[in-house]
């Protein structure tokens, strides 16, 4: 059975329902480790089962990706929270990289970012990002935020690999 909390704001409150047997890997990738936290924080909220990973950097996280180094035998994420704004290889190179490779572009890319700027959300869609989610500044609609997209992108998102039992589902 997994462990569940229910989720104050009541958004998750079944989030393993009919996937108990699969869960997606998270990667966070984020130069901040108090946004991190708050990431990780949230998802807990969300879905406790969840294995969650974190890389500070776009370099990191494609090191994590292919795993190279210290990241040999890490398990492939199906969901990836990826920064904007990073030292080194910025999120839009990151997203970019991600999906230009033929192994690793079907992992959805949710750009979670304070930047909240048309030509960046463009360009972003254009590297193929899944979705374009901006930070709050305040904490309790940031951990709203992130517990809304870790609802959708866990329990309705239907992945090729990773979905309800067709017999459960209306034709």
């Known amino acids: 059975m997994v462990a569940r909390r229910k989720c104050e704001s009541g ?9 108990e047997q699969q869960q997606i890997t998270i990667l966070l990738v984020d130069d901040d480790p108090d946004c991190r936290l708050l990431l990780r924080d ?17 370099l990191e996280a494609l090191e994590f990706l292919k795993g190279r180094g210290q990241y040999a035998g890490v398990p492939r994420p199906g969901l990836i929270y990826l ?26 890319v949710v750009m979670m970012t304070g930047v909240c700027d048309e030509t960046e959300m463009k360009t972003a869609a254009a590297n193929g990002a899944n979705s ?22 866990l329990t309705i998102h239907q ?6 039992p067709p017999d459960t589902c209306r034709r």
């Open 132 to 153: 374009y989610t901006l930070k709050p500044a305040n904490v309790e609609q940031f951990i709203r935020t992130v517990l809304a997209s870790t609802s959708y992108w």
């Open 42 to 58: 949230a998802i807990a909220e969300c879905k406790v089962s969840n294995r969650v990973y974190e890389v500070a950097n776009g």
């Open 83 to 108: 920064d904007l704004e990073m030292p080194g290889m910025n999120g839009q190179e990151t997203l970019k990289a991600i999906k230009a490779d033929p192994a690793l572009r079907d992992i959805p």
């Open 11 to 19: 958004a998750c409150a079944n989030a393993a329902q009919g996937r």
């Open 159 to 164: 992945y090729p690999d990773h979905h309800v």
